[in-house]
């Protein structure tokens, strides 16, 4: 009857010892400005819980042709990316000081549907009255960064940044890289980041090709301008991609997609002149410039579908050495 008495004793001390390191451990947390995200583990003071389709959706839906945007001088383009390629390294601090100079702010941000955690690059001046436009980013925190998805043209390709999401969700070691405004904004084709190499988004586009990190472009086409295709793929300027370029193709075409291959045929809005394309080319890194129909863009099924496909050379890209 002792012995049974001193074994219970014995565990309800422990079983307050439990509880008391608990209650420690949250004191800390909360002390630190520190939390949990959902897989229990402690997040960093500063971390924000969203829904990074939402989060995306939020900062894209002001973007239109009458919002005004800023061309960039060369000393702002050089410092965001070399503080990219910073953060890339690993050196946050020294990141975060150079991005602040030029009115960025970085923030950890956990995407509550997928758990991943991301390294959010934003421009302090999206809310201000007159935002420059000089983009966002978004770094995986949980794998090597080893491959770009490139939005281009949010707000004027329609649901390109949500496949851009999806993309980055889909597999290990993503860099989304967002444009900051409509292509129609600013003056003349000026915020066309596509066809300029003076803009933020080129710049840090130039330094991920730099890395020899390989990338995706994601661009839309309206279905009048190829309707009896589904998606066009192509390699850009360049043919260091035609392995995953025709991987990508089969992958679609497995989804159920009419698919037009741009080093196959000749095809619409092969994106030749695309100037991310072109440096990718001149550093031989591999890049693809896609094209897809509204049907996609516009989300559900067809978009997840897409999603996978491109998922198959992303997950490969993820796995492969890097060498800088």
């Given at each position: ?20 390191l608990?209650g420690?451990l949250?004191a800390l ?6 939390t949990?995200d ?9 971390t ?5 389709a939402?989060?995306?959706a939020g ?34 601090e020294?990141?975060e000081?150079?991005?602040s100079?030029r ?20 421009d302090?001046?999206?809310t ?19 491959w ?10 329609l649901?390109t ?7 980055l ?7 989304l890289?967002?444009a900051?405004?409509?292509?129609k904004a600013g ?33 839309g ?9 589904d998606v066009i793929?192509s ?9 995953e ?5 089969d992958a679609l075409r497995?989804h ?20 991310q394309?072109?440096v ?16 996609i ?24 050495p890097?060498t800088?």
């Amino acid at each position: 009857m002792r012995a049974h008495r001193s074994r219970v004793i014995t565990i309800a001390t422990l079983l307050l010892a439990i509880a008391g390191l608990a209650g420690l451990l949250t004191a800390l947390l909360h002390r630190t400005g520190g939390t949990s995200d959902d897989s229990g583990r402690p997040t960093p003071k500063g971390t924000a819980q969203i829904d990074l389709a939402r989060e995306v959706a939020g900062y894209t839906s002001r973007f239109g042709p009458d919002q005004g945007y800023v061309r960039p001088g060369q000393a702002d383009r050089d410092a965001v990316a070399s503080a990219i390629g910073l953060l890339l390294d690993g050196h946050r601090e020294q990141a975060e000081q150079r991005l602040s100079q030029r009115d960025f702010s970085v923030r950890t941000v956990v995407d509550r549907p997928s758990g991943h955690r991301y390294a959010e690059v934003a421009d302090r001046t999206d809310t201000a009255a007159t935002p420059r436009g000089w983009g966002r980013v978004y770094v995986d925190l949980d794998h090597r960064p080893r491959w770009s998805v490139q939005v281009p043209h949010p707000g004027f390709d329609l649901g390109t940044e949500q496949l851009g999401v999806r993309v980055l969700r889909g597999s290990p070691g993503g860099v989304l890289v967002i444009a900051g405004a409509h292509r129609k904004a600013g003056v003349g084709n000026s915020a066309d980041v596509a066809h300029r190499r003076d803009t933020v988004f080129h710049a840090i586009c130039a330094e991920l090709a730099r890395r020899r990190m390989p990338g995706i472009q994601l661009h839309g086409f309206a279905a009048s301008a190829a309707p009896e295709y589904d998606v066009i793929a192509s390699t850009g300027a360049g043919t260091a991609a035609r392995p995953e370029g025709r991987e990508l193709a089969d992958a679609l075409r497995g989804h159920d997609f009419r698919v037009c291959p741009a080093w196959v045929r000749s095809c619409p809005l092969e994106g030749r002149t695309n100037v991310q394309g072109q440096v990718a080319d001149t550093d031989h890194v591999p890049f693809l410039h896609v094209e897809f129909s509204p049907t996609i863009r516009a989300g559900g099924p067809p978009a997840e579908r897409a999603a996978d496909a491109i998922a198959e050379i992303t997950r490969r890209w993820a796995g492969q050495p890097m060498t800088n």
